[in-house]
Structures are given as structure tokens and as C-alpha cells.
């Protein structure tokens, strides 16, 4: 729904515009759809200018089709598989992270989604060297445990750690908006290639995406939904366009008529992730204290869902 | 910039307009300007005038912070965040089996929830902690202020002088052991008068009240920039009785989360919220569990529990992103929040019991 405007193709000015505009074809779709012959007559604009115009609009506009094998082989030359550091968990996902695509983590509070986000982190920087940054809206990023994980390991070098910790950028995102301008930022980063602070970016880690939309939610307005889907686009913008892997964190809820858990943020949101992954904690809380979790698929592309491993997050 | 209209933060009714007319970048609408603006989507110059200031505003922060200047989005490496945090104080409770499981007290710029049953100690280490976190930082402490806000009415000033006079003692014992100079400067001013007058208290008997208190609390605390602990007791009080529309609710309560949380970074001071627990009634049994719903259970960084067993307080850390979960038993003393005192009585420097225990409180307590 672009509105036709005098720069957009040569032989589009400011008078045919007027003109045009007089006769109620205001946007491109307006334009393209249109009947040419009649637009012609109408305006008394040559048919000729008109057929050309149209023609620079659609190569501008319109998507271009490629086919299977084309798209197979581009994705074979960009897609990465970035180790999450810890190998059940790697097999879960069919050997890692893959670039290019929306992950999720959801758990009840205490299930270890932050704990696994800061193992992401530690093995990408320590392993591979690369860049990451972690969007953090919930607080609850502690820089000593991720530390002390880089520790573990690195094993032998100090100065590995640091530099290490080095590579992670973390920007703590209390709200939507600063969220949005955040990943804005990024993407204009990454699309001037400025090598200054970031480097080579291979993944973004978002946790969590559901505290900064929830309280948006819900009531009669729909517009919590809009920026929330908003953001999914630019977030899978971003995984696409840049070759990144997306991680983002989401809530549990209880659903009140069956009384079951279910991930927050509703219908709309689960087409946004190509794969999730449900963290449990086994036994009661104030039981036993222990630091094993069950990691169950709830959708994947590659793997058969309800396949479940145990991981330690200690 | 390329930023999407709908990624502005405008009035729902004004984007409908810019869709609907066209309008994809914020580059198009800076370049329309304000009367060509206000032509298209049939608004006021007036509004046309503030909608583009704001665009502006969202655009020019983006490309300061593409330049690398200094933005409103706090920014930093890992390695700067390690070393902040090495060198942030924590407040210590008194009881150092808690503080050991905490990984040193209750951690500044964190949400700490502490969750129990009626009668289990709640209130008493908030007032444990309201007089903690102003011992001055030779003695181990923040030297910060307190502001305390009550929703049940559960706070007791005598009690707290008991718990201000027990500490101050504390702090004397250990100024004569150690004989030094800046000890004997400091316990001038840290007295039992100083202690009172640096807790602010405010009393909020709705939900309304105390939403409102928090939204304004970011301008008290630009005022009173000592303060380094906020104390929420019984945040779910107000919010049980009374209210109908649940998803309402949840919707506030996580508004309430996130200000909090953004008070807690900016201002560099702990939040400490207190919780119910409720039953939930499951297949062939009752659990009890935190009040307030699961979705409530997200806001918390940091989650402690108190629960009785027979006669034994105990407090379990059941979420920290750094530390693991354990239980540990504690007791509430005269003198405030305490451990417990192993059978064999072994006098340590540390302790300030001047009469060991013979009991536990149980008595006085209810």
C-alpha cells in the first residue's frame, strides 16, 4: 500500500501524479490494478508513459520467484548449526542452533530457560568466537554465573574467559519500544557491515520476549497483538536477511479450563518460532533441590515432536 | 531511518490512519511534513507537529546509537557487567546460612520474592532487612536507605527498634574488637534515631494506591538518591480479594513487574516483594504454592520460600539465575532474624547472642 510518490521511478512526476491522484489511483496496487487504457483516456496521459511506468513498479515491487535447487544451494552456503553447550540438548535440536531461524525456550519460573540462554551465549563466544548479543528484559542475567560457566569450559586460560565475555554484548530492554529499537539498531549494524563493536554477529538471544509483551495483552484492544506481531517480523527479518540464529525465551501460563500449562503469549505467537522446546524441572520444588531438567520438543521442522532428553544445568 | 511505522510508539488510532494512507518507513512521513502530514490522514497541524517530533525522536536515538554514541538503551560487554557486579555490595540478613545460599544477601538490582505461610517470617525479615541495608560499608553494608510500603499493616515500630538496637550493638561489639578509626566515625552517626528516620513508610489499602505508589516511586527515589532497598510487603493482598476480572489482573501484575524491575536497574536498589501461598488443588492431592498465578512466578528474579517443618523454620532458594537450589533452617529471635544455634553452644566473634537460645520463638509469635 505504498503511495505513489514523484521519486519513485523516472517518468513518475509531479503532475502526472496530481492528475492521477484527481482520478482516485492514489497508491501503487491502485496504479498496477487499474485499467490502463481507461487511466489514459481519463487523464489524457500517453499510453505509452503509462505501460512503462507500470512496468518499473512491478520490477520494484513485486516478489521475485526462485526455485527449489536454487534456494537448497543458498541455504547450504549460509545456514550455520551453532553448538548450544550441552550435547543432549544439541541433539535435541538435530546437532545445534540452526541461522536463519526463531527459536524457543518456554518453562515455568525456575525451569532454567535463563540458565540455558547463558550457556548458549558461553559456548558460541568460547568455541566459536563470534559475537552475540543478549537482549535482556527480565533482570535476571548475572554476569558472575556466566563467568563462572566460561570457567568451566575453557578449563585451562584465564584470559580466554575474558575475552570471551568480551564478545557478549548484553542491553537490558525493559519495554516494547526499547526492544524494537533495539533489534533496529542491530539490523542497521549488520546492513552497513560497521565492524565497530559487534563483529561477526551470529546470534541474538532474547529473554524474554513474553515479560515485555504480556502486559500489552489481553482486554479489548487488539493492539498488543500488533506490536507483538510487529516484533515476530522483525525478528524473523533479522534471522533471515543476516544469517542469525534467534533465540528468544517465553513464559508458561495455566490455562484455566484444563488447569495445564501452556506457553504464554497465546495462538499467534506459536507460528512464530520454528522450533520450541519445553523445559521441566522433576519433583517438587522444595523437595529435593536438584539441577536436572527434562527438555521436551513441542515443534520442530526436522524432528519428531515429544522427543525428550535430560539436561544439567548446574 | 528504514523503521517501520507500526514499531513507533503512537495512539493506536493514529496508526490505523498512517496504514491506511500509506505510510510504511518513518522516512516517508519525515519527508511528507507537517501540513502534507496533516492533509493526508485528516488530522490537526498541531498533532501532525508532535507525531513527527516524536518520529524524529525515535530516529535521530537510532542513529546516535548506530554512530556509537552514548544512547538511552544501556548497552555493555559482559566483561563491564562482571566488573559491576564484583563490586556491588549485597545486604546481608543476619542469618548467614541465608546469606551463604543467596551467594553473599539479598542482591542490589534484583527482585527478590519471598513467598510462606501466615506466621512463617516474612515481615520480620523485611524489617530485618529495612535496618540492614543502612550499616555503614566499614561494618560490611551498603550505607543505603529504605523505603518500606505496607499493604497489610503488619508493621510494628517497637519491633523494629528492637531489631535497629540489636543491630547497633552488633555493630559496637565489633568496632571494640577491631579498635579502628573509621568504625568510630561511622557508629556516630549510625544510632537507633538515624536508622528510624532513614525508613520511609507508606501505607496503601488498595490495589489502586499501590500501583499509583509505584509509578511514582522513580521521582521519590531521584529525590532520596541513598535509598538501595524498596520493600513491598504483601503484594498479594491487594490484589486477592475483590477483583473479578483475572485477566486484568495478570495484566497489572505484570505492568507492576516490569516498573519494578526498571526501578531496580536504574536506581541500583534491591526490591524485596512478599507473597502468599495458596492451595491448589490437584488430581489426588493439595500443593501448596505461591499466591498470585504462574504467570506471577516470572517476575521475581530471585525466589525464596519459607515453610514450617514441625517445628523448624526452614527457607528454600527455589529460583536464582546463580545459585543453586538448597534449604536452609533459620529462626527469629528477639534480636530479629537469626540462625539457628547448633546444640553445642561454640562462641564465635560473629555471634551476638549474649544469652544463647534456649528456645525457639514459637510463643511470642502467635
Not at chain 2, 541465608?98 to 525479615?125: F, H, R
Not at chain 2, 528477639?334 to 544463647?356: I, K, L, W, Y
Amino acid at each position: 500500500m505504498v503511495v505513489l510518490r514523484a521519486g519513485l521511478c523516472p517518468g513518475l512526476t509531479e503532475e502526472m501524479i496530481q492528475v492521477l491522484r484527481a482520478n482516485g489511483v492514489r497508491t501503487v496496487v491502485d496504479f498496477v490494478s487499474s485499467d490502463l487504457e481507461d487511466v489514459s483516456q481519463k487523464c489524457s496521459l500517453s499510453y505509452k508513459a503509462l505501460v512503462a511506468v507500470r512496468r518499473v513498479l512491478l520490477a520494484q515491487f513485486s516478489a521475485f520467484p526462485a526455485n527449489g535447487a536454487d534456494l537448497y544451494e543458498e541455504l547450504k552456503s549460509s545456514t550455520a548449526i551453532l553448538p548450544t553447550g550441552s550435547p543432549s540438548l544439541d541433539q535435541l535440536l538435530d546437532s545445534g542452533l540452526y541461522t536463519g531461524e526463531v527459536t524457543e525456550l518456554m518453562g515455568a519460573p525456575g525451569s532454567g530457560k535463563t540458565q540455558v540462554c547463558l550457556s548458549i551465549a558461553a559456548s558460541v563466544s568460547l568455541s566459536l568466537k563470534q559475537h552475540v548479543l543478549f537482549l535482556d528484559s527480565t533482570g535476571g542475567f548475572t554476569a558472575s554465573r556466566l563467568y563462572q560457566m566460561l570457567q568451566a569450559q575453557a578449563e585451562d586460560e584465564e584470559e580466554q574467559a575474558s575475552s570471551a565475555l568480551q564478545r557478549i554484548q548484553v542491553a537490558r530492554v525493559f519495554d516494547v519500544y526499547e526492544m524494537l529499537s533495539a533489534l533496529q539498531e542491530v539490523r542497521d549494524h549488520l546492513s552497513q557491515q560497521a565492524v565497530s563493536c559487534t563483529g561477526p554477529l551470529k546470534t541474538v538471544l532474547i529473554d524474554s520476549v513474553s515479560a515485555v509483551i504480556h502486559p500489552l495483552l489481553g482486554g479489548r484492544q487488539s493492539e498488543g497483538l500488533a506490536i507483538m506481531m510487529q516484533l515476530a517480523r522483525e525478528l524473523k527479518m533479522l534471522a533471515k536477511e543476516f544469517s542469525l540464529a534467534v533465540v528468544v525465551t517465553n513464559q508458561v501460563t495455566r490455562d484455566s479450563s484444563t488447569g495445564l500449562l501452556k506457553p504464554a503469549l497465546g495462538r499467534s505467537w506459536s507460528f512464530v518460532p520454528s522450533t520450541r522446546v519445553l523445559l521441566e524441572s522433576k519433583g517438587a520444588p522444595w523437595e529435593e533441590a536438584t539441577t536436572r531438567r527434562s527438555a521436551s520438543l513441542a515443534k520442530s521442522p526436522r524432528q519428531p515432536t515429544g522427543m525428550q532428553v535430560e539436561l544439567d544445568i548446574g | 531511518m528504514q523503521r517501520a511505522v507500526g514499531s513507533l510508539p503512537l495512539g493506536p488510532a493514529l496508526r490505523a490512519r498512517l496504514a491506511a494512507a500509506g505510510f510504511q518507513t518513518a522516512q516517508e512521513l519525515l519527508d511528507t511534513g507537517p501540513c502534507g502530514l496533516s492533509r493526508e490522514i485528516g488530522i490537526s497541524k498541531e498533532e501532525a507537529l508532535e507525531t513527527l517530533q516524536v518520529v524524529r525522536q525515535e530516529c535521530s536515538g537510532d542513529a546516535a546509537r548506530t554512530a556509537g554514541g552514548a544512547g538511552t538503551t544501556r548497552k555493555c560487554t559482559a566483561l563491564e557487567l562482571l566488573e559491576e557486579e564484583q563490586a556491588q555490595g549485597f545486604i546481608i540478613t543476619f542469618c548467614s546460612a541465608l546469606d551463604n545460599i543467596l551467594g553473599g544477601g539479598v542482591q542490589l538490582t534484583k527482585i527478590t520474592e519471598v513467598c510462606g505461610a501466615p506466621g512463617v517470617g516474612k515481615t520480620q525479615l523485611c524489617m530485618q532487612l529495612a535496618v540492614d541495608v543502612q550499616i555503614p560499608e566499614c561494618f560490611g553494608g551498603v550505607c543505603g536507605e529504605a523505603v518500606f510500603i505496607d499493604t497489610e499493616g503488619s508493621f510494628m515500630v517497637d519491633r523494629v527498634a528492637d531489631i535497629a538496637a540489636a543491630c547497633v550493638q552488633h555493630c559496637q561489639l565489633i568496632a571494640e574488637a577491631h579498635q579502628e578509626e573509621d568504625h568510630q566515625k561511622a557508629l556516630e552517626t549510625f544510632s537507633l534515631e538515624s536508622i528510624l528516620s532513614h525508613i520511609y513508610y507508606f501505607r496503601c489499602r488498595d490495589y489502586i494506591e499501590l500501583l499509583a505508589q509505584v509509578y511514582l516511586l522513580p521521582d521519590f527515589l531521584s529525590e532520596h538518591s541513598k535509598v538501595r532497598l524498596v520493600v513491598i510487603d504483601g503484594i498479594a493482598f491487594p490484589f486477592r480479594h475483590d477483583f473479578e476480572d483475572l485477566s486484568l489482573r495478570t495484566r497489572l501484575l505484570n505492568g507492576l513487574a516490569q516498573q519494578l524491575i526498571i526501578i531496580a536497574n536504574d536506581h541500583k536498589s534491591a526490591v524485596v516483594l512478599t507473597n502468599q501461598m495458596t492451595t491448589r488443588i490437584g488430581q489426588s492431592q493439595s500443593t501448596l504454592v505461591p499466591a498470585l498465578g504462574e504467570s506471577w512466578g516470572h517476575a521475581a528474579t530471585v525466589r525464596l520460600i519459607f515453610h514450617w517443618d514441625k517445628s523448624q523454620r526452614l527457607a528454600t532458594l527455589y529460583k536464582s539465575p546463580s545459585q543453586k537450589e538448597s534449604t536452609i533452617p533459620y529462626t527469629i529471635t528477639p534480636h530479629g532474624f537469626r540462625d539457628v544455634q547448633p546444640p553445642a553452644v561454640t562462641q564465635n566473634t560473629e555471634s551476638t547472642e549474649m544469652n544463647p537460645r534456649k528456645r525457639p520463638r514459637r510463643e511470642e509469635e502467635k
